[in-house]
């Protein structure tokens, strides 16, 4: 599901780039035909807010987000796969302070199953208060992200919404 919405966002934002760049015809099915290969750069997930499954992430991948120096990307690479965030905050806090670790889980996180997070996973998603932790809660067990979109919806704005969705999943 997350490679579906990065690659329809890629698409969007190349889409959008080629038609402000004034460029031919011929340069935007270039740009089309090039979003496929691109899907899983560190690059698209820089630009349209992606955030990176640390499970999955190379080390190129995670070096090119702000925060993780080469050493940290290797040793997170190393520990693959996380079975839960708090296993790579606890990864991110041996090198890093927790201020540093939660800018880092911006970029970089293990999604976390709305239907069996602990709170402790809940409350590293970044941007996560006590009251959208009750929200979270509140509307298990999820049938699918349409009921995700519609509970939550109702507490934060679209877009505060899909920034959520970079760090769940079911």
């Known amino acids: 599901m997350r490679k579906l919405v990065l690659a329809a ?24 035909a ?3 290969a691109d899907t899983g750069s560190a690059d698209a997930a820089a630009t349209d807010g992606a955030v990176l499954d640390a499970s999955t992430a190379t ?3 995670l070096a090119a987000v702000e925060g993780v120096s080469e050493e940290l990307a290797a040793a997170i690479v190393a ?9 790579l905050n606890a990864k991110l806090l041996e090198t890093l302070d927790a201020e540093q670790a939660a800018a880092v889980l911006e970029g970089v996180f293990v999604p976390v199953n709305l239907n069996t997070a602990s709170k402790d996973e809940l409350r590293l998603i970044p941007g996560m208060t ?3 932790e009750h929200e979270f809660e509140e509307y298990r067990p999820y049938a699918d992200m349409g009921d995700f979109d519609r509970e939550i919806g109702k507490y934060v ?8 969705k970079n ?4």
């Open 9 to 32: 966002a890629l698409s969007g934002t190349m889409l959008t780039l080629s038609a402000c760049s004034g460029g031919t015809e011929d340069a935007t099915e270039t740009s089309e």
């Open 34 to 36: 090039a979003v496929p």
């Open 59 to 61: 080390v190129e991948e």
């Open 79 to 87: 520990g693959q796969p996380y079975a839960s965030v708090t296993d």
């Open 130 to 132: 006590e009251k959208m």
């Open 157 to 164: 704005d679209e877009a505060e919404v899909a920034r959520f």
């Open 167 to 170: 760090y769940v999943t079911l």
